[in-house]
């Protein structure tokens, strides 16, 4: 027990940076290599294709850190309990987290109680619940296109920069292999061979947090969480999923799909504890 919690500790600390490194390696690439070099001469009809992607880019990496800090800045804890709760006699100690009945949760790597807990962020740092919950799955959806985005542009920059072509599709599943024996072969060079270890990382990244979405989606609209199906637990689903994704989304939820601005007004926890299961 004290070993897996150790680890979990560890990749809590971890994963943030992970995540920050990424995100400032994409930025860098993309001003620093991509741009000028898909569009070496802004001076010519280029000029609005460079603004577009510039403004594009900045746009989804906008919303994919404003999310992200919403997501921290509104966390899903209880105000109203401030000690640690002794654990119910229905729990199935999980490693990182006791179920307290009515639907809370008390986080060991947060040492809060979590209202409507759904699972631990280690991106975040955080609990994800009913407060939080559509900051983090905006933050996915975003985090997702910034990635695609990038390997898009990628790809550009390689067959730009370096005459490679992509037209067989097999060229992508057999670019790291050849290019890494290349690499040690002294043939390309390390920014080539970094960028394309980087075209894995955002498909793999983009591809997960899609998956992840789409799966918290249904969940929300199914008025259901993560920590319940894990539990085996099935709810009745006493609320249409109109109302499930209205009480998440708000109503102002077209705003929200744009910015990375509050569209749900808090309710206190007493409030939140009748919608717990």
Not at 163 to 183: A, V
Request: charged share 15%; with cysteine; hydrophobic share 45%.
């Amino acid at each position: 027990m004290f070993t897996r919690m150790l680890k979990l500790r560890l990749l809590n600390a971890v994963a943030p940076a992970y995540f920050f490194t990424a995100t400032a390696v994409t930025f860098i690439l993309h001003f620093c290599f991509f741009i000028p070099t898909i569009f070496p001469n802004p001076d010519t009809s280029l000029t609005g294709s460079t603004t577009l992607h510039t403004v594009v880019f900045l746009f989804l990496m906008f919303n994919a850190l404003g999310n992200y800090i919403m997501t921290i800045k509104y966390p899903a804890e209880s105000a109203n309990e401030t000690v640690v709760p002794v654990c119910s006699p229905h729990c199935s100690d999980k490693v990182d987290a006791h179920y307290l009945l009515n639907g809370r949760h008390f986080c060991k790597l947060c040492k809060k109680v979590i209202l409507k807990r759904d699972h631990h962020c280690f991106f975040t740092g955080n609990c994800i619940g009913n407060k939080n919950m559509r900051y983090f799955i905006m933050f996915c959806i975003y985090t997702s296109c910034t990635c695609l985005y990038s390997l898009v542009l990628g790809v550009a920059f390689l067959t730009v920069e370096y005459s490679i072509s992509f037209e067989n599709p097999l060229t992508f599943l057999t670019l790291l292999p050849l290019s890494t024996g290349y690499f040690f072969m002294g043939t390309i060079s390390g920014l080539q061979l970094f960028v394309v270890l980087m075209l894995y990382v955002w498909l793999g990244i983009g591809l997960v947090c899609a998956g992840f979405c789409c799966q918290q989606v249904l969940l929300v609209a199914r008025g259901q969480t993560w920590c319940q199906m894990q539990r085996g637990q099935l709810v009745e689903n006493r609320s249409p999923w109109r109302t499930n994704l209205k009480d998440v989304f708000g109503t102002r939820w077209i705003l929200g799909l744009i910015l990375p601005v509050q569209t749900v007004e808090m309710c206190s926890d007493d409030t939140d504890a009748h919608k717990q299961d």
